[in-house]
């Protein structure tokens, strides 16, 4: 039987969750994401969260048996002319890979747009990551760019493939 997720958007009250998940996910040593040389405060997670507490932004978690196993964050533009962008983060452990929870999460991100009028999804995925991208496919994303050797990992330069999704008007006056 799966364990039970539950998807909301985080609260500062998340903090320390947030640093244990962290810990976690860096353990893995992904070659897929990025790594930073240390984990961060409980202060620095506490602001990290802060930013997210606009209309503009959300950070959503994945919940299973109290602890956190995925996040996405989205943050829309917000230079007049691309507002009506977004561009969105996610990560999810090991464990808790090929559950849906991607995909749910990616859902979430959707209906969070369509409230806030954004039409256009966007985000930043490794080369390294296939199944990141089958993921973002199956959920209407297109290849957009690509930023050849962008990013070093382990010694190596992988591209940053670009990649985003049309979000279609639902309401009235859409258009």
């Given at each position: 039987m799966r364990d039970p997720?539950?998807?909301r958007p985080a609260t500062t009250s998340d903090a320390e969750k947030l640093?244990?998940?962290?810990?976690e996910l860096r353990a893995e040593?992904?070659?897929?994401?990025?790594?930073?040389?240390?984990s961060p405060t409980l202060d620095e997670e506490l602001a990290f969260l802060r930013r997210f507490q606009v209309e503009s932004a959300e950070y959503f978690v994945a919940e299973a048996h109290g602890a956190i196993?995925?996040?996405?964050?989205?943050?829309a533009h917000r230079h007049p002319q691309t507002r009506h962008n977004?561009?969105?983060?996610?990560?999810?452990?090991?464990?808790?890979r090929g559950r849906?929870?991607?995909?749910?999460?990616?859902?979430?991100?959707?209906?969070?747009c369509e409230d806030r009028r954004i039409r256009r999804l966007e985000l930043e995925v490794l080369s390294n990551n296939p199944a990141a991208?089958?993921?973002y496919e199956r959920h209407q994303f297109v290849h957009e760019g690509r930023r050849v050797g962008a990013i070093e990992v382990d010694g190596n330069y992988v591209d940053a493939i670009l990649m985003a999704r049309q979000i279609i008007p639902s309401g009235p006056g859409d258009g």
């Open positions: 997720v539950q998807i640093l244990a998940y962290v810990t040593r992904l070659p897929t994401i990025f790594r930073y040389p240390n196993v995925a996040n996405l964050s989205i943050s977004a561009s969105l983060g996610m990560t999810v452990l090991a464990p808790y849906g929870i991607g995909s749910s999460l990616l859902e979430t991100a959707v209906s969070w991208m089958r993921l």
